[in-house]
T-cell receptor
Framework: DAGITQSPRHKVTETGTPVTLRCHQTENHRYMYWYRQDPGHGLRLIHYSYGVKDTDKGEVSDGYSVSRSKTEDFLLTLESATSSQTSVYFC??????????????FGDGTRLSIL | GQNIDQPTEMTATEGAIVQINCTYQ??????LFWYQQHAGEAPTFLSYNVLDGLEEKGRFSSFLSRSKGYSYLLLKELQMKDSASYLCARAGVDSNYQLIWGAGTKLIIKP
């Protein structure tokens, strides 16, 4: 299994509070991704990173920010959580980008509930 | 749009064969991935197709027709552990090479 650790695995918080989710990898892969998964929807990309301090927005980036100060860590922050951000969040990594058609490998997910 | 469509749910019998279809937008297409996801777990990579034809990996095979915007995942000799959701994901120039995911097909295996 790819060495990807997400923390926390579960979190319950209140509307308006800041939340940070962490993704840590031991594979030294360049590309890292944050997705959310909701019933009836496919995985939706929030942000991704193509190197240290290099990030870009995905299709559902509003309300989220990311940071990558080291190859192994990719943080996702909800500045002021809203109930619509209740979801399961997955981190993924890939060795290279989709130009070379490398698959993405996923962490075990974080279940986030915002009350 | 970038719609990628697959059936919501399918049921099959242990030991049988099942085919899960996926249709997608053909413009800018650059590859089709299949993943398996057991309930409460992470998606895991199954297969990748970029050229027309069938790719076989043991009990699982994946087929692609680029002209038709169509792929299927074929599961043979079904086992109870194959009960899971199966996700197809398309890569394309139009999505800046990021994956666009289908909502997944929940496969229920009955004894």
């Amino acid at each position: 299994d790819a060495g990807i650790t997400q923390s926390p695995r579960h979190k319950v918080t209140e509307t308006g509070t800041p939340v940070t989710l962490r993704c840590h990898q031991t594979e030294n892969h360049r590309y890292m991704y944050w997705y959310r998964q909701d019933p009836g929807h496919g995985l939706r990309l929030i942000h991704y990173s193509y190197g240290v301090k290099d990030t870009d927005k995905g299709e559902v980036s509003d309300g989220y920010s990311v940071s990558r100060s080291k190859t192994e860590d990719f943080l996702l922050t909800l500045e002021s959580a809203t109930s619509s951000q209740t979801s399961v969040y997955f981190c993924a990594i890939s060795e290279s980008d989709l130009y070379s058609n490398q698959p993405q490998h996923f962490g075990d997910g974080t279940r986030l509930s915002i009350l | 749009g970038q719609n990628i469509d697959q059936p919501t749910e399918m049921t099959a019998t242990e030991g049988a064969i099942v085919q899960i279809n996926c249709t997608y937008q053909t413009s800018g297409f650059n590859g089709l991935f299949w993943y398996q996801q057991h309930a409460g777990e992470a998606p895991t990579f199954l297969s990748y197709n970029v050229l027309d034809g069938l790719e076989e990996k043991g009990r699982f095979s994946s087929f692609l027709s680029r002209s038709k915007g169509y792929s299927y995942l074929l599961l043979k000799e079904l086992q109870m552990k194959d009960s899971a959701s199966y996700l197809c994901a398309r890569a394309g120039v139009d999505s800046n090479y990021q994956l666009i995911w289908g909502a997944g097909t929940k496969l229920i295996i009955k004894p």
